[in-house]
C-alpha cells in the first residue's frame, strides 16, 4: 500500500502572511506586534522582515548581511527556536502565524538585535593554532577529515544561544559555549598543533559545565556535530589529564623531566 504524501502545505500567490515581531529595547520591555506581508513563492523570513522595514516599519532593527546562510548575521528566534532568518521559508509554517524575537541569551539592544560582543572577547583568551614546524604539513585525509567540519562555523551563534548554561542559567563567566569548543576542538585534533589548552578547557572555558544534551548540534545551520566531535572528545582529554590517575602521573611524570632538562644541559655545558 503507497504511503500518504507528506510534504508539507504550500502557501500560494496573493495570500497574506501573518507573523509577530517582538519589539523594544534593553530599557523598555518587548511587546509583540502583528504584521501582515505579501506571499511571495520561496520567501525566507527576512524577507518578510524587509518587508516590514521597508513599508511599515523604518525604525524596525535587524541585523543581516548576506541572505545567503553564510554570514550568520541574521540569528534569532522563530517560535521560540534559534534559527536563521535567511533560512527559514515561510510556507515552513504553512500560512499559520509565527513569532519572530531576539536571541535570548544576550543582552537586548533592539528589537531583533542583541550585543553578541561577548563572544568576540571570548575567542581572544583563546591560544591560536601552534604548529610543530612552518608550512607545508604532511596530512592524511583522516586527518583533514577530524577537523574539517569545525571550520565550517559562519559565528551565528545560535549555538550559543539554544545552550542551556548560557541561556537559562546565565553563567558567562563559567562557560565558553559550543561555538568556542568547536574552535578549540578545531586547534587540538589538528595533527600539528602543539599548544596546550587542556588547562584553559578546565578552567575558564570550563567544558566540564556541558552535560552533553545535543541541544548546539540540533540548532548548527551548518550540521557541525558540536558535542559528539568536539565537546565530547574534549571531556575526555581533559578527564585523562586531570582526574584518571595513571594518566596524571604519568602527565605530572613527564611535565618533571621536561623541566630538569634544561638546567641538566646547563649544567652539561659547564662542565
Request: net charge neutral.
Amino acid at each position: 500500500m503507497a504511503s500518504a504524501s507528506r510534504e508539507a502545505p504550500t502557501l500560494t500567490e496573493p495570500q497574506w502572511i501573518d507573523f509577530r515581531i517582538m519589539r523594544g529595547t534593553a530599557s523598555n520591555e518587548q511587546e509583540p506586534t502583528s504584521y501582515q506581508v505579501p506571499y511571495a513563492p520561496g520567501m525566507v523570513v527576512l524577507d518578510a522582515i524587509r518587508w516590514v522595514q521597508e513599508h511599515q516599519e523604518p525604525d524596525l532593527a535587524v541585523r543581516w548581511n548576506c541572505k545567503a546562510a553564510h554570514c550568520g548575521s541574521c540569528g534569532a528566534e522563530i517560535n521560540g527556536r534559534p534559527r536563521l532568518l535567511c533560512k527559514t521559508r515561510v510556507d515552513e509554517f504553512a500560512g499559520k502565524p509565527f513569532t519572530v524575537a531576539p536571541m535570548k541569551a544576550f543582552p537586548l539592544i533592539k528589537d531583533l538585535v542583541t550585543d553578541v560582543s561577548w563572544n568576540y572577547e571570548v575567542a581572544k583568551t583563546i591560544p591560536p593554532f601552534k604548529p610543530a614546524h612552518s608550512a607545508p604539513f604532511t596530512m592524511y585525509p583522516e586527518d583533514i577529515e577530524r577537523v574539517k567540519e569545525f571550520h565550517k562555523c559562519i559565528e551565528c551563534f545560535l549555538c550559543q544561544d539554544t545552550c542551556h548554561v548560557l541561556r537559562e542559567h546565565q553563567q558567562f563567566g563559567k562557560y565558553y559555549g559550543p561555538r568556542f569548543m568547536a574552535l578549540i576542538a578545531s586547534h587540538e585534533m589538528h595533527p600539528m598543533d602543539v599548544e596546550d589548552r587542556l588547562p584553559l578547557l578546565q578552567g575558564d572555558a570550563g567544558v566540564g559545565m556541558c552535560n552533553v544534551t545535543g541541544c548546539c548540534t540540533e540548532v548548527c545551520p551548518q550540521g557541525i556535530h558540536i558535542t559528539a566531535n568536539a565537546i565530547i572528545p574534549l571531556k575526555e582529554r581533559v578527564a585523562d589529564r586531570y582526574y584518571d590517575p595513571l594518566k596524571k602521573w604519568l602527565y605530572n611524570r613527564k611535565q618533571k623531566r621536561a623541566q630538569r632538562a634544561p638546567s641538566e644541559a646547563s649544567g652539561n655545558g659547564e662542565r
